[in-house]
């Protein structure tokens, strides 16, 4: 578990891809933020208070979070440098960079020494079991897709948003770096050992109470051909109620695989329904997220109702239209 | 790659089930091993000369092959004193045990004073990429199950030894520890990172002759809650263009779940070419592999005949029927 709340680290970022991760959290876990820190050559912010390490301890910040994940990888001096003032300062450091924070002597030694704790979140728990594929109390709601990218983690956290609105007991729980650091916890799925995937789905959405929903945020896709297994040993652990099938309809081909064209809607969600069924005979695709972002309104509607009338199912936008005709849904359990 | 031939080391394995690995090795690699080591005590034996680890040196042998996985895990006292002993000898050191070797001090810095190599096969080689999904040269075979243990290693090889009996190209890839054994290299794709199962799988069988056949060890089974995405990985990664569905028909529950019933063998078959074939679309169950080792000779003959009926392809018994009806389908390229 990640202390909270986060002081977001956005270095020199040149552009808001360049830190999404702090963005994802700043957009989804606004009143967990401090504030966050830049460098005179950010080129871009998260809209909360500028800040220095000082400023967020004494504002009660507990966590900085490493809010980029360059591709080069490596700590630049001076980031490791403002590591290093933040643990000075009384913080812990959360980071989804593909380099561990440990890896660095410095800022393991200084971390050691000052007693503060070092989030790698894209590296698993230990003690990880082997998936049992037994039933346990509670709720479940996986998101699955067409292809990777297509939109899980966005719909599993604005469907959290609204059932906790509504008053539902819901948590989201996620499995990759992002969503580890706007859930505070999680296991990165895809960094687990392959024997290994179903349980950590197990271990990450426990037994719970009979009218608690877990929205776990799903991974890949079944029909992509370098990361299936991983959505597949997810599936299976992960043991949904009901599902919902994330899409991008500007999307050709999958994803890094330009000679895998992206699968029909329905072949997608037949299989996802079969596998399920393996752990959760009842698992039902419930409705469809569609990312319509590069679409204009009148467009976005008439797919989104082509679709709700093709597969017997609602279709929505979580940013164009909310999600609350899925919720209805998962309120009466049906479609 | 692990040099051969192995001197097997038994220890005290009171049966041949604690020694199942050199048993493996023996008996489908009987050139490829000069001798076994066993302690007085040991109650069984894999019928190759008895030596000590000089005598084994002065024959030629170039590993000692730690040939069995007792499920405490540990390396004895006494197991490390014979270990050492080898190195001293001349020979490198291959395991399969869950405790690595290099995790003993004095096997560790033995090896590195003297320059031997040890190897640990259940873990990964470095440097395994994500799958791509794209086609390449060769063929490709894939044994897979209704379950875990019902028959995928023993099959492959049966089948390597069948088809270059005739003269065909053909090579067992393993992705087991005692496949790996046997074949003296492989990867253990159940011990590798979520994200890199079907990578692991391109690498092991990779670009070849157009008419060479890669015969890929199979894991676990689509139907196993525990394993599965390690077995859609593989399948993906190995883009068999066919397959062998291997049947243990003793079995009513899957391996370790007593809550989860055998799946159809019909179901097995569909699905699994569903999934073969987003990454090979001749992908095609070529025919069935059965252990009838429970059966009298007249009821496993009588159920040989009717899977073959019932599913339209050969079913065969490696052991009690041989696998060559399966070779004349493979080398027909139908069923």
Same mark, same amino acid.
């Given at each position: 578990?990640?202390?909270?709340?986060?002081?977001?680290?956005?270095?020199?970022? =040149?552009?808001?891809?360049?830190?999404?991760?702090?963005?994802?959290?700043?957009?989804?876990?606004?009143?967990?933020?401090?504030?966050?820190?830049?460098?005179?050559?950010?080129?871009?912010?998260?809209?909360?208070?500028?800040?220095?390490?000082? $400023?967020?301890?004494?504002?009660?910040?507990? @966590?900085?979070?490493?809010?980029?994940?360059?591709?080069?990888?490596?700590?630049?001096?001076?980031?490791?440098? /403002?590591?290093?003032?933040?643990?000075?300062?009384?913080?812990?450091?959360?980071?989804?960079?593909?380099?561990?924070?440990?890896?660095?002597?410095?800022?393991? &030694?200084?971390?050691?020494?000052?007693?503060?704790?070092?989030?790698?979140?894209?590296?698993?728990? =230990?003690?990880?079991?082997?998936?049992?594929?037994?039933?346990?109390?509670?709720?479940?709601?996986?998101?699955?897709?067409?292809?990777?990218?297509?939109?899980?983690?966005?719909?599993?956290?604005?469907?959290?948003?609204?059932?906790?609105?509504?008053?539902?007991?819901?948590?989201?729980?996620? /499995?990759?770096?992002?969503?580890?650091?706007?859930?505070?916890?999680?296991?990165?799925?895809?960094?687990?050992?392959?024997?290994?995937?179903?349980?950590?789905?197990?271990?990450?959405?426990?037994?719970? &109470? !009979?009218?608690?929903? &877990?929205?776990?945020?799903?991974?890949?896709?079944?029909?992509?051909?370098?990361?299936?297994?991983?959505?597949?040993?997810?599936?299976?652990?992960?043991?949904?109620?009901?599902?919902?099938?994330?899409?991008?309809?500007?999307?050709?081909?999958?994803?890094?695989?330009?000679?895998?064209?992206?699968? !029909?809607?329905? $072949?997608?969600?037949?299989?996802?329904?079969?596998?399920?069924?393996? @752990?959760? !005979?009842?698992?039902?695709?419930?409705?469809?997220?569609?990312?319509?972002?590069?679409?204009?309104?009148? $467009?976005?509607?008439?797919?989104?109702?082509?679709?709700?009338?093709?597969?017997?199912? =609602?279709?929505?936008?979580?940013?164009?239209?909310?999600?609350?005709?899925?919720?209805?849904?998962?309120?009466?359990?049906?479609?």
């Amino acid at each position: 578990m990640i202390k909270k709340p986060y002081l977001l680290f956005l270095a020199d970022a =040149p552009d808001r891809n360049a830190c999404k991760t702090a963005f994802g959290v700043a957009f989804w876990r606004p009143h967990e933020c401090v504030g966050e820190l830049r460098y005179p050559e950010a080129k871009t912010d998260c809209g909360t208070p500028a800040m220095d390490v000082r $400023e967020a301890a004494r504002r009660g910040a507990k @966590t900085l979070l490493v809010g980029l994940a360059p591709s080069g990888g490596a700590f630049a001096p001076r980031w490791i440098e /403002t590591l290093l003032l933040a643990l000075d300062a009384g913080l812990d450091v959360a980071s989804g960079m593909h380099v561990r924070l440990d890896s660095v002597d410095a800022i393991r &030694d200084r971390a050691k020494a000052l007693g503060r704790v070092l989030h790698d979140v894209r590296l698993p728990p =230990p003690g990880i079991l082997v998936g049992t594929g037994r039933k346990r109390p509670g709720l479940r709601l996986l998101t699955v897709g067409t292809d990777c990218n297509a939109g899980k983690m966005f719909t599993s956290l604005a469907l959290e948003k609204e059932m906790t609105a509504r008053g539902m007991k819901a948590t989201f729980r996620a /499995t990759g770096q992002t969503g580890i650091l706007i859930a505070g916890s999680g296991i990165a799925v895809d960094a687990v050992i392959a024997d290994f995937i179903s349980g950590a789905a197990e271990q990450l959405a426990p037994a719970n &109470d !009979p009218d608690h929903w &877990d929205l776990v945020e799903g991974q890949g896709s079944l029909f992509h051909p370098s990361y299936a297994g991983v959505s597949l040993g997810l599936l299976h652990g992960a043991q949904p109620d009901l599902l919902v099938m994330c899409h991008d309809p500007s999307r050709k081909t999958m994803r890094g695989n330009v000679d895998h064209p992206l699968p !029909p809607i329905r $072949e997608c969600i037949a299989l996802n329904e079969q596998c399920a069924r393996l @752990t959760n !005979p009842k698992a039902t695709v419930i409705g469809l997220s569609v990312n319509t972002s590069r679409l204009g309104e009148v $467009e976005a509607k008439a797919l989104l109702s082509r679709l709700a009338q093709e597969h017997g199912m =609602p279709a929505v936008d979580p940013v164009r239209t909310g999600v609350a005709p899925l919720v209805d849904a998962i309120a009466r359990g049906r479609r």
